[in-house]
């Protein structure tokens, strides 16, 4: 059975880091696009980041551009996201998904696997 299980949320304070995890079974990590989608309360899912399957290439929505950084261990299966810098705006439920498409893309519909999330709360 194909799954993705994130991990590595929590609360911290506004300026503090965390790094998610996003660990596959069922199947190889390295032949797709790995993306990191987030929803806050109310709020409609969005691309994070992404890295793609082909070359290595990744994607950072403005928000997060030079604080957040996506990687990928193949030997473990597994891809990160390093959070740093983060601010309240930050908080949301974030989700990793798997993807055929060789590109990174953060275009929901091109991702056919998710995660159950993993909950990340920035405050004082």
């Known amino acids: 059975q194909l799954q993705l299980v994130e991990s590595g949320g929590g609360l911290v304070q506004p300026g503090g880091s965390l790094r998610l995890s996003c660990a596959a079974s069922g199947f190889t990590l390295d032949y797709y696009v790995i993306g990191w989608f987030r929803q806050a309360p109310g709020k409609e899912r969005e691309g994070v980041s992404c890295?793609?399957?082909?070359?290595?290439?990744?994607y950072y929505a403005d928000s997060v551009k030079g604080r957040f950084t996506i990687s990928r261990n193949n030997a473990k299966n597994t891809v990160y996201l390093q959070m740093n810098s983060l601010k309240p705006e930050d908080t949301a439920v974030y989700y990793c998904a798997a993807g055929t498409t060789t590109m990174a893309t953060p275009i929901r519909s091109e991702y056919d696997y998710w995660g159950q999330g993993t909950q990340v709360t920035v405050s004082s």
């Open positions: 890295i793609s399957s082909s070359d290595g290439s990744t």
